[in-house]
């Protein structure tokens, strides 16, 4: 289905002006719902990067750089309200494009408001300090932009992925190049006409769509550049911070995970079930925080996943627009990934517990996978150690506690964990010894957690995005010594 939208989809956003990139060159977007091409989208290149960082150092000299931090919060509080009263425009769009529920696609787009709104408040109240330094000197610190930032983000939350970081970046004073992913963009492109309209002064946000390989190298390995946000895959990551290095440029990375949720058998199970199954299809899989480890105490093993597989078993799968409890996964390329995994559960004896069903008026031409649980999952194996973005569970009997931590823990990844169990010792024993960058407690995701800090350790990265941390990331400190005698 090609969609009717509002705007050209075909251009690059550099100082405050749409244009066609520089190569003249088109993608195609795809809807994963029925596989048809929705609209093309720019190529973006070197040149466009290149342009657009010009723009965004323009814009730092220019009125951007002058704003005061107060008035610069004031501007991302009005686009704040223009994304609240777009929802409904943006929730569509990011259905048609990546692929997910509506209702998930209405999630992101209020968590995006919520995102402007909470660093539109923040922007002025980030201080350095005063410090007690040597007789006849008075010494302070000052919190700083970097200057331009870069934005390389994925295709699974864009919304979500644009509020945490440019709005971080845009409240402390940056000016931002944007890379949306070359799969899903756009949400990006209606973020930044949203963001126009809405007074951001030129260039502190440009964008340019096109290729990884292309216009996010460019971006990673410009010399203009001052800080890299980057959020996807490992192997990419990994690129990004080797070309970033050639010019000492800092580096967030928000990476993969295998995140655990651990169920004890003195859980509340019915206050834990929800979680269980919902952290494992939301967005069909296709979430960094999945937790696609589901560990149980034996005791409880054989009914929690009798329990899950009865949700499994219940969830509707079908387009994005239909809004049922599953879409269809990004692309062809990515069911295939996914397949390959559920061909090697086959192939080593693993016990499927429960697959759903695909609606039967699905379009044949959608990447749709039923979501499908696998049992007692060996922990050293591929399906509980390697990230699969898709929708498959593994779950994993263990007897006590240190059997759970030695589990939860032996992966190269550590993003997120959830504990189930009513132990008050317990709760803190492994929230301190779970090796991750989020640990909740009875409940997981905690709805977003807009405020709560976010990032991992090992494989799922460095640096911490959301909360009031992201600004300090997107800043960087001055320390000033004056001698008065
Ligand atoms: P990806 O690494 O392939 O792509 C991410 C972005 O990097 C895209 O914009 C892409 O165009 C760009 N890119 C690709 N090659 C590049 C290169 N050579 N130089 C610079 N940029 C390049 O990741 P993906 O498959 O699109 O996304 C899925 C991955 O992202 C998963 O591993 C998932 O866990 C991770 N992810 C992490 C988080 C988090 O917050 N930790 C959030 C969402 C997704």
Redesign the pocket.
């Known amino acids: 289905m090609a969609a009717t939208l509002a705007f050209d989809t075909d251009r690059v956003f550099i100082g405050g002006r749409w244009q066609a990139p520089a190569s003249g060159g088109q993608l195609p977007l795809l809807n994963p719902s029925d596989g048809s091409v929705l609209v093309p989208i720019a190529r973006g290149g070197p040149a466009d990067v290149d342009a657009a960082v010009h723009a965004a150092h323009a814009a730092l000299a220019g009125d951007w750089g002058r704003m005061s931090a107060t008035e610069r919060g004031r501007v991302l509080q009005r686009i704040s309200a223009r994304v609240l009263e777009q929802a409904d425009e943006l929730a569509r769009l990011e259905a048609l494009d990546v692929g997910k529920p509506l209702k998930q696609g209405r999630a992101d787009a209020v968590a995006l408001a919520r995102y402007l709104e909470f660093y539109g408040g923040a922007a002025d109240k980030v201080h350095g300090e005063t410090l007690p330094f040597a007789n006849g000197y008075t010494a302070l610190t000052l919190r700083e932009p970097h200057g331009v930032t870069g934005h ?6 864009p919304m979500q ?1 644009i509020g945490r970081s440019v709005g971080a970046a845009l409240a402390m004073g940056n000016a931002c190049v944007l ?5 899903a963009c756009l949400t990006a492109l209606a973020f930044a006409h949203i963001a126009h309209d809405s007074g951001l002064p030129a260039g502190a946000l440009n964008l340019v769509p096109g ?3 292309e ?3 460019a ?2 390995s410009h010399a203009g550049i001052q800080h890299i946000s ?8 990994a ?2 911070q080797a ?1 970033a290095a050639r010019h000492a440029v800092p580096v967030t990375l ?4 295998k995140s655990p949720q651990i169920v004890f058998a003195d859980a509340d199970l019915d206050a834990a079930l929800p979680f269980l199954v919902n952290a494992g299809i939301q967005n069909a899989g ?4 999945a937790a696609s480890r589901i560990l149980v105490q034996r005791p409880v093993f054989e009914e929690v996943l009798r329990r899950m597989a009865e949700r499994y078993r219940a969830l509707r799968v079908g387009p994005a627009l239909s809004d049922l409890d599953v879409g269809p996964l990004i692309s062809a390329r990515q069911r295939e990934i996914v397949q390959r995994y559920l061909r090697l559960a086959q192939d080593s004896g693993l016990r499927i517990a429960a697959q759903a069903e695909v609606v039967a008026d699905a379009p044949d031409g959608g990447f749709y996978l039923p979501p499908t649980l696998v049992a007692e999952v060996p922990p050293e194996h591929a399906l509980a150690q390697e ?1 699969i ?1 898709g929708p498959v569970q593994v779950v994993i009997p263990f007897d006590d506690e240190a059997d759970a931590l030695r589990i939860a823990n032996g992966t190269p990844y550590g ?1 997120v964990a959830g504990v189930w169990t009513r132990d008050g010792g317990r709760q803190l024993r492994l929230a301190r010894a779970l090796k991750c960058g989020q640990v909740f407690i009875n409940n997981y995701g905690a709805g977003g957690g807009i405020e709560l800090p ?3 350790v090992k494989l ?2 460095h640096g911490r ?1 959301k909360g009031f941390e992201a600004l300090y990331g997107f800043s960087t400190l001055k320390t000033i010594a004056i001698h008065h005698g």
């Open positions: 390389i983000v994925p295709w699974n939350y992925i890379k949306p992913a070359e799969e290729l990884g390989e216009a996010g190298a971006l990673s980057f959020t996807g895959s490992v192997a990419t990551g690129l990004v070309a928000e990476l993969g995970g296709q979430t960094c925080s990230e973005f993003l976010f990032g991992g799922s990265g995005e």
